[in-house]
């Protein structure tokens, strides 16, 4: 994806992140105020993109967000953006074992209720936990994919010597698997937040586990920072 494409993404990302709390938190921004940031940091994605391709593993995430609510409790919306490059020796796509690389990426948007637990009494430190839902916007694309030797297909799978498919055949396949798609799903967090005596800034950490509601397993373990300014 390139930069500009990402940048508008995630501008796109703000205006509705805007427009949902405009919706869900107005009322309680109109008490206590509300910010707005930036996160960065670390997500696990304990997902294959293809049927034993194995699992894509860490990268790096960033996102946007827009929070609003009272000293005790907060409606978060928040923006974030996630890819990974892959490779696969022995993926499944369609009937056949391939051999190959593709690209993956994962916007997603998250609605988080946070409940404030406790604070340090000398110390502008938070701790919180939450939870709420969250919609996936993904996409997959197959780069490159070379038949493998068909031995060893799972239970109920064509195994096809390479020299007898038609090149178009695999082509099809790859077009089924591929492209682009949605899903929904649920998250709890838990974190910490510093707020900057005497400054309108905090900075958080915060770690996710998210799942989705879907069969397939589309699962990312998440820790990443942030920083806020009040508006």
Excluded: C
């Excluded at 940031?37 to 696990?44: F, K, P, T």
């Excluded at 953006?81 to 916007?107: H, N, P």
């Excluded at 396949?173 to 709890?188: C, N």
């Amino acid at each position: 994806m390139s930069r500009m494409l990402v940048k508008s993404v995630m501008g796109f990302a703000l205006r509705g992140g805007l427009a949902l709390m405009a919706l869900t938190a107005a009322p309680t921004a109109a008490r206590a105020g509300a910010d707005v940031g930036l996160r960065i940091g670390w997500a696990e994605v304990d997902t294959e993109v293809l049927e034993d391709a194995g699992k894509l593993g860490g990268t790096d995430l960033i996102g946007i967000h827009l929070g609003a609510g009272t000293p005790i409790f907060e409606i978060e919306a928040a923006g974030e953006y996630v890819t990974q490059e892959f490779e696969f020796s022995e993926g499944i796509i369609d009937t056949f074992k391939a051999a190959g690389t593709g690209d993956y990426e994962d916007l997603t948007f998250y609605l988080t209720g946070k409940l404030k637990l406790f604070a340090l009494p000398a110390f502008p430190l938070s701790f919180y936990v939450g939870g709420g839902l969250n919609v996936h916007f993904i996409r997959t694309e197959i780069k490159e994919a070379r038949i493998v030797n068909g031995e060893g297909t799972p239970a109920g799978r064509r195994s096809t010597p390479a020299a007898q498919i038609d090149p178009g055949d695999l082509e099809k396949a790859i077009e089924d698997v591929a492209g682009e798609s949605s899903e929904a799903g649920w998250h709890v967090v838990g974190g910490a937040k510093l707020r900057v005596p005497k400054a309108p800034l905090s900075f958080f950490i915060e770690g996710r586990v998210m799942r989705t509601f879907e069969d397939r397993a589309l699962n990312h373990n998440s820790v990443y920072l942030g920083g806020s300014i009040d508006l």
